[in-house]
């Protein structure tokens, strides 16, 4: 084992604290990467807190993580040792069912897939996340790291971007498609720029009617006050799409009388209670309603690789790890624009 230093909490009232700790030492098939910057996902939260169920502690949270490799396994083929390199949602799975061979590792059939944080790995003991000076991960589960873009605003592309990405390509989103984006969050706003970036016409739906300009600026081309009965009403039949970034309760209904012919509501927000729907609303111009999660490694791996062609990140605040539980709660209450970014050299 090797020693390791981060931030975690030892049970679901704790707040985050620093914590010395030990890493796996580096196998043959593994990588080490010293941490420069790891973004803060609202998902962190929810598992600091075991709000999506019993959680692992002590935990140190973190999965949208960038830096340098500094160390790499005897069979490492992918990878040496300075480059740039990132990890996102993942740290292993079974590598051997059809889905993990077909590039969908987040959907591994076998139950084996470990989370970057709060599992169990392989080798029996608990995975710690980014919140910390260094990882040890399986090389199929690395992402290369062009040097073209900031560092900070790459971070976050591991979890936000390619929660966003994938079904805009899943959906094969392009010029021609009317695209609402519901929500200009830390999701939202990386919907907006792929969603632009794709050539589709972007709405952004919010219930602030504040955030217009910071809509327009990100590139979206019109916006909608959802507090607004009469802008509401005038997107009636209107999206092909709508990529739905809320993880609050809110009326499905009313967003889905917005689809045209076979239009489709993506859910990549996570409510915490049960979606509500009413069953005309599918039934009347065929709309349907899906969720989509992360994507594989091979489609990560192609976002970050478009985002460094395109000049795409992430909009970050960059904050030192001792203001994290600070903004925990700004995050909460909506208040960054658009993720926090966690600077590892303040660790």
């Known amino acids: 084992m090797t020693a390791a230093k981060g931030y975690a909490v030892h049970h679901a009232k704790d707040t985050l604290k620093p914590w010395d700790f030990e890493r796996r030492e580096v196998g043959p098939n593994d990588v080490q990467i010293e941490i420069a ?8 939260i929810h598992q600091v807190r075991s709000e999506w169920g019993p959680s692992i502690y002590p935990m140190v949270p973190g999965h949208e993580i960038v830096g340098r490799i500094t160390k790499v396994g005897s069979a490492v083929t992918r990878f040496k040792e300075g480059q740039l390199a990132g990890v996102g949602c993942m740290v292993d799975s079974c590598q051997e069912c059809g889905n993990c061979k077909g590039g969908h590792e987040q959907f591994c059939e076998t139950g084996k897939l470990v989370w970057t ?17 260094r990882i040890v991960v399986d090389q199929h589960f690395v992402l290369s790291v062009s040097d073209k873009l900031p ?11 390619i929660t966003t990405y994938s079904p805009l390509r899943k959906w094969k989103i392009s010029k021609g498609h009317r695209v609402g984006v519901l929500g200009l969050g ?3 706003h990386m919907a907006v720029k792929f969603a632009v970036a794709f050539g589709a016409e972007v709405t952004v739906l919010s219930t602030s009617p504040n955030k217009e300009q910071d809509a327009l600026k990100l590139g979206a081309h019109k916006f909608c006050v959802t507090k607004d009965a009469e802008q509401v009403k005038q997107l009636t039949n209107y999206f092909d799409f709508i990529i739905d970034t809320v993880s609050a309760p809110h009326n499905y209904d009313m967003y889905l009388k917005m689809l045209r012919m076979n239009g489709v509501h993506i859910c990549v927000g996570i409510p915490p209670e049960p979606i509500q729907i009413t069953g005309f609303m599918l039934l009347t111009n065929g709309r349907s309603i899906t969720g989509s999660s992360i994507g594989g490694i091979p489609e990560t791996q192609e976002m970050l690789d478009f985002c460094a062609q395109h000049n795409i990140t992430s909009d970050v605040e960059v904050i030192d790890i001792s203001y994290i539980n600070d903004a925990y709660e700004r995050m909460i209450k909506n208040d960054v624009k658009y993720r926090f970014v966690i600077d590892m050299k303040t660790l």
């Open 37 to 44: 910057y790891c973004g803060v996902c609202h998902s962190d």
């Open 117 to 133: 944080y709060n599992a169990i790995g392989r080798d029996g003991l608990p995975t710690y996340g980014g919140y910390s000076n």
């Open 151 to 161: 560092l900070s605003g790459v971070a976050p592309l591991l979890c936000a971007g």
């Open 186 to 188: 830390g999701l939202g």
